[in-house]
């Protein structure tokens, strides 16, 4: 199940460092960027008791490029790696098995910025992509949800090229519904009634490198 998630990440990478060599004047104003923060969650109601997934530190990296002044559209990847357990109506708490969860988003940033000389400015952003929840455990199988973002933050240049990135983001895995999840040869870890939405948020801050002039 791990190679589902090495191949995603090749894939990604792939495509980040394509979007960089491309010979295009559309790609002239690309930035390229990497974070790392701390990421929370809600519980899930399962159809056993309540699913926890842990807040832990997180990380990524990605790349935007300037559609129009002021709008940049952007590809990144989150990652992170938490422990889950299952709350039970009995009051049982059972652990179950570390998961990583990794967002693959597309999306657009808007940047409150008068003009180019202004090097400190907020921004809005959204995106929509896929999430995948893999279990370490290779004996389970691993989940795929359609996921938003949404969030803003606040860019703060250094020099011409390189500058500090700070953000908040929610993070909204979608639709989880009537079926077990994370599923191996023993039965399924836990099961989903009528709907489930997993709610996170993450606080990220990083380095940003301007490309081309």
Known sequence: MK????KSMSLFFFVLFTLILFPSSIFAQAEIFG???YQVASDVQVTQGQLNIYSNPNYGA????EVERGLQAELFWIGQQTPLELKRYNGLTEPLFDVGIHYFQVG?????RQTKAQKAFPFTSF?????LFSPIDSEYSEEW???ITFGGGGKFYLSDKVGIRLQ???LIPLNFSGAGMWCGSCGCSVGVGSWATLLQADFTGGIF?????
């Open 3 to 6: 190679s589902v998630i090495y």
């Open 35 to 37: 974070f790392g923060g």
């Open 62 to 65: 990605g790349i935007s490029f």
């Open 108 to 112: 657009a940033i808007y940047e409150f």
């Open 127 to 131: 995106s929509l992509g896929a999430t």
């Open 145 to 147: 949800r359609f996921s």
């Open 168 to 170: 908040a983001r929610m």
């Open 209 to 213: 490198v301007r490309l081309g002039k």
